[in-house]
T-cell receptor
Framework: LAKTTQPISMDSYEGQEVNITCSHN???????ITWYQQFPSQGPRFIIQ???TKVTNEVASLFIPADRKSSTLSLPRVSLSDTAVYYC?????????????FGTGTQLKVEL | GAVVSQHPSWVICKSGTSVKIECRSL??????MFWYRQFPKQSLMLMAT?????????EQGVEKDKFLINHASLTLSTLTVTSAHPEDSSFYIC???????????FGDGTRLSIL
């Protein structure tokens, strides 16, 4: 399983764009990159998933360079409610075909 | 869509009791379900993977006789913590997916406290 490395914590202010980068040097050809958000005492919530280049949905964008050894989750104009732990996961067939290995995640703190 | 419901959300019981946790996929068929455990301020740790109609596959170090998993239908999996002890106190989370190319969707977890 590809191991991921993320910053342990990040701080931001309301209205700013936040970019969280994840390194996954050993990503395999069939691996997808998936990001989850987790609030205290809740299960992780799916944010976005991608394989290469750029993926965008209503809440975030995911940038994946050509070598796929890293990825960046971009959260536009964060608010206080975006304070949470963000996990980057890499796995085969969308991260769901085989088991997921959760790393330490990034604790994002958004302030006024 | 892709809603996973987990019940109960919170359990407190005496040492030696067996506790059953249910995980249901409400609007899709979950061919595979996963069970995780999360201790305070730590990441999620996968305990086992179960496919509908098959025996669960347990991760190394997880006792299959203590953590009984049943996945008898495409919408329901259960985790039973047998003869629970205080060290089993944790946050248990399930997830489910339908096809292999879809991401896992998680329930909201069960806080288990053993006195």
């Amino acid at each position: 399983l590809a191991k991921t490395t993320q910053p342990i914590s990040m701080d931001s202010y309301e209205g700013q764009e936040v970019n969280i980068t994840c390194s996954h040097n050993n990503i395999a050809t069939n691996d997808y990159i998936t990001w989850y958000q987790q609030f205290p005492s809740q299960g992780p919530r799916f944010i976005i998933q991608g394989y290469k280049t750029k993926v965008t949905n209503e809440v975030a964008s995911l940038f994946i360079p050509a070598d796929r050894k890293s990825s960046t989750l971009s959260l536009p104009r964060v608010s206080l409610s975006d304070t949470a732990v963000y996990y980057c996961l890499v796995g085969r067939t969308g991260g769901g075909g085989n088991k997921l290995t959760f790393g330490t995640g990034t604790q994002l703190k958004v302030e006024l | 869509g892709a809603v996973v419901s987990q019940h109960p959300s919170w359990v407190i019981c005496k040492s030696g009791t067996s506790v059953k946790i249910e995980c249901r996929s409400l609007d899709f068929q979950a061919t595979t379900m996963f069970w995780y455990r999360q201790f305070p301020k730590q990441s999620l740790m996968l305990m086992a993977t179960s496919n509908e109609g098959s025996k669960a596959t347990y991760e190394q170090g997880v006792e299959k006789d203590k953590f009984l998993i049943n996945h008898a239908s495409l919408t329901l999996s259960t985790l039973t913590v047998t003869s629970a002890h205080p060290e089993d106190s944790s946050f248990y989370i399930c997830s489910a997916r339908d096809t292999v190319n879809q991401p896992q969707h998680f329930g909201d977890g069960t806080r288990l406290s053993i006195l």
